[in-house]
């Protein structure tokens, strides 16, 4: 073969070999997962260690609220058979009230007296609903009050800073940084 040949066959020959491949890093220069798996357990441990404390509180204090309820939704149930028994004395006030008008308004002699016969009736009577309105306003806004009262106080417990950062530890060293 001729010099130029060879040199042709030896250039294409190069081109098509592989280049060669690193060999890989010694044992010793790869990073360890150790640290990183074992701080990972850690924290898991510590959430689920937490996750089981709060289920417990979250328990009890559920727990201590259905009963509280229960018991206000008694007192809620008698307080409203108090208020139907008020407004239907009312009631039969105000049918009292209609008849007694009816009847004075049928004796009155003058279309004066019968304006004022009218006058004084509408008068009570508004006042009257209006003073009765505003009553069981305020007891039903009392009675609503008393029944979620101890739901209020469980969910602000449950949503305080301290409950996260014990469910949640990693969170709070983020946080510091």
């Known amino acids: 073969m001729s010099q130029s040949t060879t040199t042709a066959t030896n250039a294409a020959a190069a081109k098509t070999t592989p280049k060669a491949v690193k060999a890989p890093k010694a044992a010793s220069e790869t990073p360890s997962v150790e640290p990183f798996t074992k701080a990972a357990q850690e924290q898991l441990e510590t959430m689920m260690a937490a996750f089981t404390e709060n289920t417990d509180t979250v328990r009890a204090q559920t727990e201590d609220m259905v009963k509280t309820v ?10 409203l058979q108090s208020v139907n028994g008020d407004l239907m004395n009312a009631a039969r006030e105000e049918m009292s009230d209609a ?7 049928a004796r009155a002699k003058t279309i ?4 004022e016969i009218q006058r004084d009736y509408w008068t009570n009577l508004f006042e009257t609903r209006m003073e009765r309105a505003r009553d069981l306003t305020e007891t039903s806004v009392k009675t609503t009050q008393e ?3 101890p739901m209020n106080d469980t969910l602000a417990d449950s949503f305080k800073p301290e409950t996260f950062e014990k469910f949640f530890p990693f969170a709070k060293a983020f946080a510091t940084k």
Do not use: H, I, V, Y
Request: negative net charge; aromatic residues 12%.
């Open 147 to 149: 029944m979620f009262e």
């Open 112 to 115: 004066g007296d019968a304006m």
């Open 99 to 105: 008849m007694n008008f009816a009847n004075d308004l």
């Open 70 to 79: 229960q018991e206000n939704f008694e007192t809620a149930s008698e307080r």
